[in-house]
C-alpha cells in the first residue's frame, strides 16, 4: 500500500495526520473498537491492508510492527450499553473520539483521516474516506490494531459464553449463532437494539 492517495486527501504535508477505523458495527454481540493511528508520512510497512483483506495470522503480525513504528496509537470501545443506548453509529463515533483522546496524549495531532462515510463531532479538522482502510496506511494501521483487539476480545467472551462460538463467527449472524440463540437466548452481551434475521420472531429472544 503505497502513500499517493492518502497524500492527496492532506492539506498541508507539515500537518500531523491520524488514521482512524472501527470494527464491530455489524454484528450481533458485544462492544464496537476503533483505532487510531499516527504514521511516519512516508513509511512502508510490507503486507499493510484493510484488516478484512488480510488472514488473522497476518494481522497479528502487523500488530507489533505498527505499534512499534508508529509515532502514536490508540485502541478504544464504546459498551454493549451505549450502542443500545444511542444506536451503533454514534457508539462508533465515540469509540473513534476515545481513540483519538489516546493519541491526543501522545501528540498534537492537526488532521483526521476517517474510515467511512461520516466524520463529524471530532474536535480535530476531519475527512471521511470510504474505503480508506484500502486506500490509506493511516486508517489501514489503525484497522489492524482495533482487528486484533476486538478479537482478542471475542475470544474472552467465547470463554463466558461458549454455547455461541464467538471464538469462530465473533458475535456475526452465522446459522450456528442463531441456533444458539433459539436454545439459549441471548446472553448480557447481545445488542438488543439489533434487529436478529431468521425466520422467528425477535421476542422469542429478548
Not at 39 to 64: C, H, M, V, W
Not at 186 to 200: I, L
Request: aromatic share 8%.
Amino acid at each position: 500500500m503505497d502513500w499517493v492517495y492518502e497524500k492527496g486527501l492532506i492539506p498541508s504535508e507539515s500537518m500531523v495526520v491520524c488514521g482512524i477505523d472501527e470494527t464491530g458495527r455489524g454484528p450481533l454481540v458485544g462492544d464496537v473498537f476503533a483505532g487510531a493511528v499516527v504514521l511516519p508520512r512516508g513509511l512502508e510497512i510490507a503486507g499493510l491492508n484493510d484488516s478484512k483483506k488480510l488472514t488473522e495470522r497476518q494481522r497479528e503480525s502487523l500488530y507489533p510492527i505498527i505499534k512499534e513504528k508508529a509515532l502514536a496509537w490508540g485502541v478504544a470501545r464504546s459498551s454493549v450499553a451505549e450502542i443500545d443506548s444511542m444506536n451503533i453509529l454514534e457508539a462508533t463515533l465515540l469509540a473513534m473520539r476515545r481513540a483519538l483522546e489516546k493519541v491526543q496524549k501522545q501528540l498534537t495531532v492537526d488532521f483526521l483521516l476517517i474510515d467511512g462515510n461520516v466524520s463529524r463531532g471530532f474536535c480535530v479538522e476531519a475527512v471521511s474516506v470510504i474505503s480508506g482502510d484500502s486506500l490509506c496506511p493511516s486508517i489501514a494501521a489503525a484497522s489492524v490494531l482495533a482487528k486484533v483487539d476486538r478479537d482478542a476480545y471475542m475470544l474472552e467472551l467465547h470463554e463466558k459464553y461458549p454455547q455461541y462460538n464467538f471464538a469462530e463467527n465473533k458475535g456475526y449472524c452465522t446459522d450456528w449463532h442463531i441456533s444458539a440463540l433459539r436454545q439459549y437466548g441471548r446472553s448480557p452481551v447481545h445488542r438488543v437494539s439489533f434487529t436478529y434475521p431468521g425466520e422467528f420472531n425477535q421476542q422469542e429472544l429478548f
